[in-house]
């Protein structure tokens, strides 16, 4: 079996089940929502916490109503100003976390996952739900899973962030040698996780950072040290 499409399954048993999509009511439509970006579920302090991009909340300029975001979970959309609830935000960075007891159901990754590992990391995973797949039927929503593998880079906007090579158009796959579609663009992943690759062959996989934006080739985010400060202070 093709290392790739082990990497592949062990995601699919190990992080996906804990993937949380953030909706925003769709503009033109107020009974229709659309996916606007991606969390992860932790258990900390024996609750669930979602850890995503601070944009994802409160949108690219900063003055969208995170209230008005939701996440779905147990047949319905929950709205996060629908019970009291504070949002825990990195000030120098674009992370944000908040409390959702509604997701205690769901899958929930231990908060150990979130950790720089102590050795070099070759290759880096980004993982999320892709808005350009988001489809509806009737009130079913169907948020579609994108993971994106390639190699670790040396991160442009210096420390604190963790980058991963994510050229958009590219003739042939640096691993294999065979020809690859255009990348599309990670609208739709932000804040979901970057990991370190080959830790989802093992049984501990570790979580290296959040991912938020992607410039000139580069796809990178906060590294897990930034979640970590913000758990804390949870």
Known sequence: ???????????????????????????????????????????????PVVITAKHTLYGESGTEDPGEKSFFWDGKLHYINSVPRQIFQEPYFDVASFFADELATKPQLP????????????????????????????????????????????????????????????????FTGNRLEAVPQPSGLSGGPMLDTFSLLSPDPKIIGTFTDLKNGEAFGANSLVAQKLLSAM
């Open 111 to 174: 908060v150990g996952i979130v950790a720089l590992p102590k050795t070099p990391i070759p290759l880096v995973t980004i993982a999320g739900y892709l808005a350009r797949d988001f489809r509806r039927s009737g009130s079913t929503l169907k948020p579609a899973v994108r993971i994106h593998t390639d190699s670790r880079m040396g991160a442009s906007k210096g420390q604190g962030f963790v980058a991963v090579r994510y050229t958009r158009r590219r003739n042939k796959s640096s």
């Open 1 to 47: 079996m093709s290392p790739f499409i082990q990497l592949a399954a062990a995601f699919r048993l190990k992080i996906q089940p804990s993937l949380v999509a953030i909706y925003a009511d769709h503009p033109h439509s107020p009974d229709i929502v659309s996916q606007v970006g991606t969390g992860y579920l932790v258990r900390h302090r024996d609750r």
